[in-house]
């Protein structure tokens, strides 16, 4: 059993930043893979950034190049999203995920076994 808590959410004006943390208790050896996804009033539930439990194997959705960095501290149980120049489009509910699958696309929901309850980003224009 793994628990996934998010945090740092809130609003913030397009163009601006925001860092996003999920912290995971639990039995944490499992989580292999960590991401985040996101869903907008009205969308399906979409893919945003992963990384495996080797640090630097990242993998980012191609709305979120060059804006988005994801890092994990594995000694802390945390995995980060730090979001630059945010535009109004990312508004969404933000998903922390974390799943033991080695192999498969990061960008599968199936891939994860693990949820966090969402935080809310709300970036105004």
């Known amino acids: 059993q793994v628990q996934l808590v998010e945090l740092g959410g809130g609003l913030v004006q397009a163009g601006g930043s925001l860092r996003l943390s999920c912290a995971a208790s639990?039995?944490?050896?499992?989580?292999?893979?960590m991401g985040w996804f996101r869903q907008a009033p009205g969308e399906e539930r979409e893919f945003v950034a992963a990384?495996?439990?080797?640090?630097?194997?990242?993998y980012y959705a191609d709305s979120v190049k060059g804006r988005f960095t994801i890092f994990r501290i594995n000694a802390k149980n945390t995995v980060y999203l730090q979001m630059n120049s945010l535009k109004a489009e990312d508004t969404a509910v933000y998903y922390c995920?974390?799943?033991?699958?080695?192999?498969?696309?990061?960008?599968?929901?199936?891939?994860?076994?693990?949820w966090g309850p969402g935080i809310q980003v709300t970036v105004s224009s």
């Open positions: 995920a974390a799943g033991p699958a080695y192999s498969g696309s990061s960008s599968d929901t199936r891939k994860y076994d693990y």
């Open positions: 639990g039995r944490t050896s499992s989580m292999y893979r």
């Open positions: 990384v495996l439990q080797s640090v630097s194997n990242t």
